[in-house]
């Protein structure tokens, strides 16, 4: 059983920037993939970016260019970068790990942007 924690959301102006972590109480070297999901007020959950056991990433079209999504397996932690923030990206974000067994998610971390 993996848990997983997240910390580094916050409150920032438009234009700043934030780390997200995902901390596994586990080992995540056999997640197969690790991602970041975000859901606003009133909206669906929706994938931000994922990363393989091999390091492949993809991005939600909406953050391409300004997010960036990283694992460290020796210290079963996962990154997200955050720049040019954009009040659009307030929600609360989601910390999920895939070993294509079981689906773990985080309790997830706020992240307010003002404009």
């Known amino acids: 059983q993996v848990q997983l924690v997240e910390s580094g959301g916050g409150l920032v102006q438009a234009g700043g920037s934030l780390r997200l972590s995902c901390a596994a109480s586990?080992?995540?070297?056999?997640?197969?993939?690790m991602g970041w999901y975000r859901q606003a007020p009133g909206k669906q959950r929706e994938l931000v970016a994922h990363?393989?056991?091999?390091?492949?990433?993809n991005y939600a079209d909406s953050v391409k260019g300004r997010f960036t999504i990283s694992r460290d397996n020796a210290k079963n932690t996962v990154y997200l970068q955050m720049n040019s923030l954009k009040p659009e990206d307030t929600a609360v974000y989601y910390c999920?790990?895939?070993?294509?067994?079981?689906?773990?998610w985080g309790h997830g971390t706020q992240v307010t942007v003002s404009s």
């Open positions: 586990g080992s995540i070297f056999d997640i197969n993939v």
């Open positions: 999920r790990g895939d070993n294509y067994v079981a689906i773990y």
């Open positions: 990363i393989t056991k091999g390091s492949t990433t």
